[in-house]
C-alpha cells in the first residue's frame, strides 16, 4: 500500500474505498496532533442476589426443607453510555440471571434405617447485547447483513476499532432437573446404603459472532482504499449458530462399610453409571469417514454436502446424538483401614475407585457452527465495498438449513465418532500414619491415579509441503495464504476436498497420569495449638 500515496496523497488513478469513507466520518474528531482520542468504557454495574430456606417438622421422625437461590448481573454496553464517542461499542451489555432451587424430604423410618429424597432445579440464562450504530450494509458493502442489521465489528490494524468479536447479540441458557434418592441402613456391623441419581439438562444457545459480518484491514492505508489484491480486507460471515441439546443422565450405587473388628474396617461399594450422550434437538451434528469420501459416498440429508460427511436422517446414524449410548458402565471401590499394633498408635489404609467423566455440553458448539448449520465463511476481499467481486462463491446468504443448504469452499468441520468410549478416572492410595511419643503424628501416603480415553481432536486434513517448480526454494510456493490448496484432501485429489479446510475428529486415545508421595509431621503443642509440615 505504500505506493498508493505519494507524499501522503493518494496516488493518481485511485481512490477511497466509498464505504470506508461513510464509516470514517463516523470517527469522533480529535485535536491531537498525530490523530489520537483517549477514551474509556463506562461502566454501570447492577446485581442482587436473594437466598432463602424454610424447614418444616411434620414428625419427630420427618422433616421438609426448602431452598431458593437467585443472582443476577447486568451492565449496558458502553456505547449506551457515551453515545457521542462511537468507539466505546468495543465493550458490550452483559445480563445474567442464576436461580436455584431444592426442596428435601429426610425421615428417620428407625434408629438404623433413613431415608433421603431431594428434588431440584438449576438455571443459569446468559444474555450479550450491544447497543446498535451501523452494519457493513449501512455503508454501502454489498453483503447480506440481515442477521444483525445494524451492528458489525470493524478492525484496522495499529489504528482503531469499532464493535465487540464475541459480545454481540448472543443467549444462552441452561437448565437441569434433578431427582435423587438415598437409603441407609445399619445391619449389626455393616452399614449399607444404596440411592439413585436421575436429571435431565436442556441447553438453548443462539452467538451471532459471525453472523455480524466482520471485516478486518491489514492497515490504515489498506482502510482507506477498502483493500486490494496484494492487502485485501479479511471478511468473516456466517449464520446465527444455534444450538440446541438435551441430555438425561442416570446413575445407581450400593455400599458396604463392614467393621470386621475393632481393628479392621472395609468398605465396598459399586456404582452403574450408563453414557447417554447428549441429542442436539435441532440436527446440528454429523460424523465422517474418510473411506466414504474417497469412495465418494454422500449423505442422503443434505444433498451439496462432501462425500464422507453423514448426518441425522442418513441410514445407521445414531440418533441426533452422533454417539451411541453405553450402558456397560460399572464403577467398583473399594477402601481398607487397618491398624496392625491394636494399640490405636498406627493405621494403614488403601483404597481404589473407578469413576466416569463427561465432557460438558457445550464442547459440541463449534461441531453445530458448522456448515451447513453454521457456514462460518472467512475470505480476502480486495473491495470493502463489493468483498464477493473477488470471490466466485458469491454471498450465500440468507438461506435457509435444509436438503439444498449450501456448503462454503473450505469449511471447518470438526466430527464426532459414533463409537467414542466414555472417559474413565482410576484412583488408588495407600498411606500409613503412626503417633510418636504423646503429640508427635507423621503420615506418609502415596497417591495415584490414571485417565483413559480423554477426549482429544486430531487433524484429518493438514497442510502438505509440496515441492515448488523449477526447483525454486520451499517457502516461495508453501504459505499460509495458500494452505487450504495444499491440504491433504486437496493434494491427493479427494472428491469434494475444496470444500473443506479443517476436518478435526474427536478422539478417545487420550490419557492422563499421576503419581505423588505426600509427607506429613504434625506436633501438638499446649493450650491447643499446634504446628505441622508437610513435603509433596
Known amino acids: 500500500m505504500a505506493s498508493s500515496f505519494v507524499n501522503g496523497k493518494l496516488a493518481p488513478g485511485l481512490s477511497f474505498d466509498p464505504a470506508s469513507l461513510k464509516l470514517a466520518?463516523?470517527?469522533p474528531l480529535t485535536s491531537d496532533p498525530c490523530g489520537r482520542t483517549l477514551f474509556g468504557y463506562p461502566t454501570q454495574i447492577d446485581e442482587y442476589q436473594v437466598v432463602g430456606r424454610v424447614d418444616y417438622q411434620i414428625s419427630d421422625k420427618q422433616s421438609l426443607f426448602g431452598r431458593y437461590m437467585a443472582a443476577t448481573y447486568y451492565r449496558p454496553p458502553a456505547y449506551t453510555l457515551a453515545p457521542a464517542n462511537l468507539l466505546t461499542t468495543g465493550q458490550a451489555g452483559l445480563d445474567d440471571a442464576m436461580q436455584s432451587i431444592l426442596l428435601g424430604h429426610t425421615w428417620v423410618i428407625s434408629p438404623t434405617t433413613i431415608n433421603s429424597f431431594h428434588a431440584a432445579a438449576?438455571?443459569?440464562?446468559?444474555?450479550?447485547?450491544?447497543?446498535?450504530?451501523?452494519?457493513?450494509?449501512?455503508?454501502?458493502?454489498?453483503?447480506?447483513?440481515?442477521?444483525?442489521?445494524?451492528?458489525?465489528?470493524?478492525?484496522?490494524?495499529?489504528?482503531?476499532?469499532?464493535?465487540?468479536t464475541t459480545g454481540t447479540k448472543g443467549h444462552n441458557a441452561n437448565t437441569t432437573y434433578q431427582l435423587g434418592d438415598d437409603f441407609s441402613i445399619v445391619k449389626g456391623a455393616h452399614q449399607i446404603g444404596f440411592g439413585a441419581l436421575t436429571s435431565q439438562y436442556r441447553l438453548g444457545l443462539r452467538?451471532?459472532?459471525?453472523?455480524?459480518?466482520?471485516?478486518?484491514?491489514?492497515s490504515l492505508a489498506a482502510f482507506l482504499l477498502g483493500g486490494n489484491a496484494s492487502s485485501p480486507v479479511t471478511v468473516t460471515t456466517s449464520l446465527p449458530n444455534p444450538m440446541e441439546q438435551q441430555k438425561w443422565y442416570f446413575s445407581t450405587y450400593i455400599r458396604d462399610s463392614w467393621k470386621v473388628n475393632n481393628r479392621l474396617t472395609v468398605n465396598v461399594g459399586l456404582r452403574y453409571e450408563p453414557f447417554l450422550p447428549p441429542d442436539e434437538t435441532n440436527g446440528a451434528v454429523y460424523n465422517f469417514s474418510l473411506a466414504n469420501m474417497i469412495a465418494g459416498k454422500k449423505t442422503t440429508v443434505y444433498l451439496n454436502a462432501p462425500p464422507g460427511l453423514t448426518f441425522p436422517g442418513d441410514s445407521g446414524f445414531p440418533g441426533q446424538a452422533g454417539m451411541y449410548k453405553q450402558w456397560n458402565l460399572f464403577a467398583p471401590r473399594l477402601g481398607v483401614a487397618w491398624d496392625p499394633t491394636g494399640s490405636g498408635k498406627m493405621s494403614l489404609r488403601a483404597s481404589y475407585g473407578l469413576s466416569y467423566d463427561y465432557a460438558n455440553g457445550q464442547l459440541f458448539v463449534n461441531t453445530a457452527d458448522s456448515p451447513p448449520f453454521g457456514n462460518t465463511e472467512i475470505f480476502p476481499a480486495a473491495s470493502f465495498t463489493n468483498p464477493y467481486a473477488s470471490n466466485p462463491g458469491g454471498d450465500i446468504f440468507p438461506y435457509t438449513v435444509g436438503p439444498n443448504a449450501p456448503f462454503v469452499p473450505g469449511g471447518i468441520f470438526i466430527a464426532l465418532q459414533p463409537n467414542l468410549h466414555t472417559t474413565a478416572v482410576h484412583q488408588w492410595n495407600l498411606g500409613v500414619q503412626r503417633q510418636f511419643g504423646q503429640d508427635w503424628v507423621a503420615s506418609a501416603t502415596y497417591a495415584g491415579s490414571e485417565t483413559e480415553h480423554l477426549w482429544v481432536s486430531y487433524q484429518l486434513n493438514p497442510g502438505q509441503i509440496v515441492p515448488c517448480p523449477g526447483g525454486a526454494a520451499i517457502t516461495t510456493c508453501n504459505t499460509l495464504a495458500n494452505t487450504n490448496s495444499r491440504r491433504l484432501f486437496s493434494v491427493n485429489k479427494y472428491p469434494g476436498a475444496n470444500l473443506i479446510a479443517n476436518m478435526d475428529q474427536y478422539d478417545d486415545g487420550g490419557t492422563a497420569s499421576y503419581n505423588g508421595l505426600i509427607l506429613a509431621l504434625q506436633k501438638r503443642m499446649s493450650r491447643g495449638f499446634s504446628v505441622s509440615a508437610n513435603y509433596t
Open 25 to 27: 466520518k463516523q470517527l
Open 122 to 164: 438449576n438455571r443459569v440464562a446468559i444474555n450479550r447485547l450491544n447497543t446498535d450504530f451501523f452494519s457493513g450494509c449501512d455503508l454501502g458493502v454489498k453483503m447480506y447483513c440481515g442477521h444483525l442489521p445494524h451492528q458489525s465489528y470493524f478492525t484496522v490494524t495499529n489504528a482503531f476499532s469499532l464493535g465487540v
Open 207 to 218: 452467538g451471532t459472532v459471525y453472523a455480524q459480518n466482520q471485516y478486518s484491514f491489514p
